[in-house]
């Protein structure tokens, strides 16, 4: 399994690789800081699954989320974001395959990763309150 994980802060990029590392230990990963990164990285060799956070620099994950899925079709991707507004969960579910919370635990990412991995979606328990608001 080879995972990639899109976040514009160091900091977290390097938390959730060590965290993940340590969960996943057979799986490749890499960290990747900026758009033009990420598209050169999946360009240059396929990963399974994205871990994408929505607000992405000056870049906002939801305005490239269409030429993702259009030119890595089989990439399976989770938000992980602290954009938790039920309009925007809502409409972002239909292109992903997961939806995290940064507020929320690190077992949800396992979790997300893991169900994903397996061909379902997962979206946090929090993101699924959301949704069912509207």
Do not use: C, W
């Not at 999946?42 to 305005?63: S, T």
């Not at 890595?72 to 409409?91: A, G, H």
């Amino acid at each position: 399994m080879k995972i990639i994980l899109a976040d514009d802060h160091q900091l977290i990029l390097d938390g959730l690789l060590a965290v993940l590392k340590r969960q996943f230990p057979n799986a490749i990963f890499r960290g990747v800081l900026n758009k033009t990164e990420l598209f050169q990285s999946l360009r240059k060799e396929p990963y399974d699954i994205l871990i994408q956070d929505l607000k992405f620099g000056p870049d906002n994950a939801k305005d490239f989320l269409v030429d993702l899925r259009e030119e890595f079709p089989t990439l399976k991707i989770i938000l992980l974001t602290t954009v938790s507004d039920s309009v925007t969960i809502k409409q972002l579910s239909k292109k992903v395959d997961g939806y995290i919370l940064k507020s929320e635990s690190l077992e949800e990412i396992i979790t997300a990763v893991n169900q994903v991995k397996s061909g379902h979606s997962y979206f946090s328990k929090l993101a699924e309150q959301k949704m069912n608001l509207l």
